[in-house]
């Protein structure tokens, strides 16, 4: 079965700074993705960024972007320019390779809480 | 983006009765939805994935005769606690998926239940 591990429970940052939020996964899949979402006080979830594992290049969104290293199981998300409007939980989730059904499910870590501070 | 819609937002019933949660696919057809259960400050948890038109698939532990599943169309799926008890108080959160199974399209949240059992 596949694990999702988030090891910082809270992090916090300072508006306009860069924070960088860790996740480590376990599988025995070669072909998945993983993501990256956000749920703020509101608690509708918000998809961040997604990475699929068989891009060797990192994924982008605008002032989000990953590390993933295959070979480590590591996807952390750095945050630029950090804003108010940032401050929420950040969970990072697995998805194996599948069209269909339970295939396609999402696993979840247990999630980071970010504050922004001024 | 697409848009998931869940309803209701919140629901307080009393114990031993039984509550309904409607997700509806606004804008697109959902081959598949999920159905998750968040605790306080805590991770999600799936509960089911249900498929239109064939039997829920429930996760380890959660009762099938206490959480009924209908997917009945491409565009609805529902959930149905029965009996409820103070216990199964807690924040309820589908997820539905295009049926194009677009990879690049990521499963999309509706905006969650908060159901409180007195």
């Known amino acids: 079965a596949q694990t999702v591990t988030q090891s910082q429970p809270e992090m916090s940052v300072q508006e306009a700074e860069t924070v960088t939020l860790s996740c480590t996964y376990d599988t025995s899949e070669s072909d998945y993705y993983l993501f990256w979402y956000k749920q703020p006080p509101s608690r509708q979830m918000i998809l961040v960024i997604r990475?699929?594992?068989?891009?060797?290049q990192n994924a982008t969104e605008n002032r989000f972007s990953v590390n993933f290293q295959k070979a480590a199981k590591s996807f952390s998300l750095k945050i630029s320019d950090s804003q108010l409007g940032d401050a929420a939980m950040y969970f990072c989730a697995y998805r194996r390779w599948g069209d269909t059904g339970t295939a396609s499910k999402l696993t979840f870590g247990t999630g980071t809480r970010l504050q922004v501070t001024l | 983006g697409a848009v998931v819609s869940q309803h209701p937002s919140w629901v307080i019933c009393k114990s031993g009765t039984s509550v309904k949660i409607e997700c509806r696919s606004l804008?697109?057809?959902?081959?598949?939805m999920f159905w998750y259960r968040q605790f306080p400050k805590q991770s999600l948890m799936l509960m089911a994935t249900s498929n239109e038109g064939s039997k829920a698939t429930y996760e380890q532990g959660v009762e099938k005769d206490k959480f009924l599943i209908n997917h009945a169309s491409l565009t609805l799926s529902t959930l149905t606690v029965t009996s409820a008890h103070p216990e199964d108080s807690s924040f309820y959160i589908c997820?539905?998926?295009?049926?194009?199974?677009?990879?690049?399209?990521?499963?999309?949240f509706g905006q969650g239940t908060r159901l409180t059992v007195v």
């Open positions: 997820s539905a998926r295009d049926l194009l199974g677009r990879e690049l399209i990521e499963a999309f």
């Open positions: 990475q699929e594992a068989y891009k060797q």
């Open positions: 804008d697109f057809q959902a081959t598949t």
